[in-house]
């Protein structure tokens, strides 16, 4: 690692953890944050990173993303997604478990970790499965996994159908310290469904799934919340009732945290029509109707929703590229997050500050992260952005190995410039004097 001093200086820093918004210069030494200051003087051997006009934020976190290795390497591999994700200005990438063979023991844990290290560009969490080979029958072996390193569980892209298993989940987990985090759906609610179901599923000729498919599920686990007093972390929160029923077990002390992803911020079922069935609008959950996505919008702007994550979902072409019942669910999304919600802050839907921190300590003290901050001596996970750097989304630009993104040949505006990681600059031209 770079021992190197940088000075980013002239940007807008905005560090919710720290109450911090205003024009500060960032101090980096030995991998660390240094200094955050008003007035500071650089020495002559430091270099400097000019941020006038930029957005100085902790690098983000995304708490849900796919990395498909081991055994998808064609979708995507931890490299290349670690790739995406700090050109996307995230610095913490929590990676989901449903690999081939899926992150049930320790032997996955530290293959996904080692090949993190050797790319040396986002830091990799690994989570692990609630249940061995994400079957919903036993539970995984929790100790063994935290100790390989998982910072949660999940069987995410399965819902946990047994609320027994869940149960002692959420009590098992507890023991370890360890969130469980949680697709809700009741599978014979949703059977065949594959986009959300109301009108435009009607109008479109597609098999819908309902809202209360997400609802009940979210009662269910909240209720065995209460019993067990675990941790549980609402995955891709996408309908009013679940923002409703997550708002009140907040009220009643319940320690349950939550995310939404861009896409349910940005995008309503229509978009399906509209679209003229692309498939590159077909996720799980579902784009849900608009007043659905006011809901989830409300509840991230008031803190019912902790943070915003990306599940990012890679898939090739011949995955996607498919009648809209056959394709695969999910889009790519570390490349386009920041640019999507920086338009909806722009529209009022919430503040830029709260922006930031949905991608910053939100999710970090979702998960108990040591992220998501400029706090001095913290690591030194720093992501610059540009609020104002138009671009038009072309998919075969992205990092990503899969080119699956509903933003394609859209104009979207606000761009990560630097990234910086333990330190060093993993992210950006070298426009730096020295």
Not at 75 to 80: D, H, L, Q
Not at 332 to 338: D, I, K, R
Request: proline residues 5%; charged residues 25%.
């Amino acid at each position: 690692m770079s021992t190197e001093t940088l000075f980013i200086e002239g940007g807008r820093v905005i560090d919710p953890a720290n109450g911090v918004d205003g024009v500060r210069t960032v101090v980096v030494r030995d991998g660390k944050i240094a200094e955050v200051a008003e007035r500071v003087e650089r020495p002559r051997d430091a270099r400097a990173v000019d941020a006038r006009g930029k957005w100085v934020t902790p690098g983000f976190v995304d708490l849900h993303v796919h990395l498909r290795e081991p055994g998808q390497e064609y979708k995507e591999t931890v490299a290349t997604g670690a790739r995406a994700a700090v050109a996307g200005g995230f610095t913490t990438i929590c990676a989901m478990p449903n690999t081939k063979p899926v992150n049930d023991n320790a032997s996955v844990t530290e293959l996904m970790l080692a090949r993190a290290a050797a790319a040396g560009l986002a830091r990799v969490l690994p989570l692990g499965c609630i249940s061995r080979g994400q079957e919903g029958h036993d539970l995984a072996e929790y100790g063994e996994l935290k100790a390989a390193g998982c910072v949660g569980v999940t069987d995410d892209g399965k819902p946990v159908v047994s609320s027994a298993l869940m149960r002692r989940a959420l009590e098992y987990a507890r023991a370890f310290g360890l969130p469980v985090a949680v697709h809700e759906e009741d599978p014979l609610l949703t059977g065949k469904g594959v986009m959300h179901e109301g009108p435009t599923s009607t109008r479109l000729g597609l098999k819908g799934i309902p809202s209360a498919a997400e609802d009940v599920m979210v009662l269910r686990d909240l209720s065995l919340l209460e019993l067990t007093g675990g941790r549980l972390h609402v995955q891709h929160v996408s309908t009013r009732g679940a923002v409703r029923a997550i708002r009140d077990a907040k009220k009643r002390g319940l320690p349950v945290t939550a995310e939404a992803t861009p896409h349910h911020l940005a995008l309503t079922d229509e978009d399906v029509g509209a679209s003229g069935y692309s498939t590159d609008y077909k996720m799980s959950p579902p784009l849900r109707a608009a007043e659905d996505v006011k809901a989830v919008r409300e509840g991230l702007a008031d803190g019912t929703i902790d943070a915003i994550a990306t599940d990012h979902a890679p898939h090739s072409a011949v995955e996607k590229d498919l009648e809209f019942d056959a394709a695969m669910n999910g889009i790519v999304g570390l490349e386009t997050a920041f640019a999507v919600c920086l338009e909806l802050a722009r529209k009022g839907v919430f503040p830029e500050r709260r922006l930031v921190e949905a991608l910053t300590a939100g999710p970090a003290s979702a998960f108990g992260l040591a992220a998501g901050t400029l706090s001095r001596g913290a690591a030194a996970d720093v992501a610059v952005l540009d609020p104002g750097a138009e671009w038009v989304v072309d998919p075969a630009r992205l990092h990503s190995k899969s080119r699956n993104t509903p933003w394609k040949g859209k104009r979207l505006v606000g761009r990560c410039v630097y990234t910086v990681v333990g330190g060093r600059i993993v992210h950006g031209e070298d426009r730096s004097n020295r």
